[in-house]
């Protein structure tokens, strides 16, 4: 991260294509990858840490997760109370450490992969 103030030439000199590159480059940053291990999302952050969380999710985890009109500190904090309670205060409290950008990563993804397994066994 540069800390040096851009010049007005750098303002001048900045367009949709910069934009785009700079934001890719940030998205590689915060890029997650995950995997599926039995009933088990695996969602591996940029720094190397690992966080799991359950794929059978309560009714009351999956309404804190979805419920309309949630916001994402409520989603992000829905997400890290569920790695609290599945997989231990450690991975809760690194996860907090973490940029907003890879939480709302592993948000996304696990929700994705939660959508995704609820027609799994009725081949939807």
């Given at each position: 991260m540069s ?6 030439a750098?303002f ?9 590159d700079?934001?890719?480059?940030i998205?590689?940053a ?10 088990t999302f ?11 969380l359950?794929l059978g999710l309560s009714?009351?985890d999956?309404?804190?997760l ?11 904090s829905a ?15 690194s ?5 907003v ?6 948000l996304n ?13 009725l081949?939807?």
């Amino acid at each position: 991260m540069s800390d040096k103030t851009p010049t007005k030439a750098e303002f001048d000199a900045w367009t949709p294509e910069t934009e785009h590159d700079a934001l890719a480059a940030i998205g590689e940053a915060f890029h997650v990858r995950h995997i599926i291990k039995g009933e088990t999302f695996w969602a591996l952050a940029p720094n190397g840490k690992v966080y799991k969380l359950p794929l059978g999710l309560s009714i009351k985890d999956f309404e804190a997760l979805s419920a309309e009109g949630n916001s994402d500190v409520q989603s992000i904090s829905a997400v890290k109370d569920l790695i609290r309670s599945f997989a231990g205060p450690e991975q809760a409290e690194s996860l907090e450490a973490q940029p907003v950008q890879v939480v709302m990563n592993i948000l996304n993804q696990y929700g994705t992969v939660i959508r995704d397994s609820q027609g799994a066994d009725l081949g939807k």
